[in-house]
């Protein structure tokens, strides 16, 4: 391969990460939320889990993904464990 492209694909990946990096104050305060105000809502729940789960895979926020998970698993142990599995397959 080229040095050129390897050094420009990097770049592009590492400039997507930076942003990725730029939500997670405003995901953090979300979830701060969620759980302090003792949000049962499987739904909502799951849907940041979603949005965590694929910001995992790039390397972000996995710390903010297992503290909405750990939350969950009181609200819903089955569906936490669902979504335990789906972690690890990624890791």
């Known amino acids: 391969m080229d040095k050129k492209l390897i ?3 990097s770049q592009i990946i590492q400039s997507f990460n930076d942003s990725l990096q730029a939500y997670l104050p405003a995901l953090e305060n979300e979830i701060s939320l969620l759980i302090e ?3 049962r809502d ?3 729940i ?13 390397g972000v926020a996995d710390d903010l993904f297992i503290k909405l998970l750990e ?9 936490a464990a669902f979504y335990w599995n789906e972690y690890d397959k990624e890791a």
């Open 42 to 44: 499987c739904r909502v």
């Open 37 to 39: 105000s003792k949000n």
């Open 7 to 9: 050094k420009d694909i």
């Open 46 to 58: 799951e849907n940041y889990l979603d949005i965590l789960l694929s910001l995992t895979t790039h």
């Open 71 to 79: 939350y969950y698993k009181t609200v819903d142990a089955e569906g």
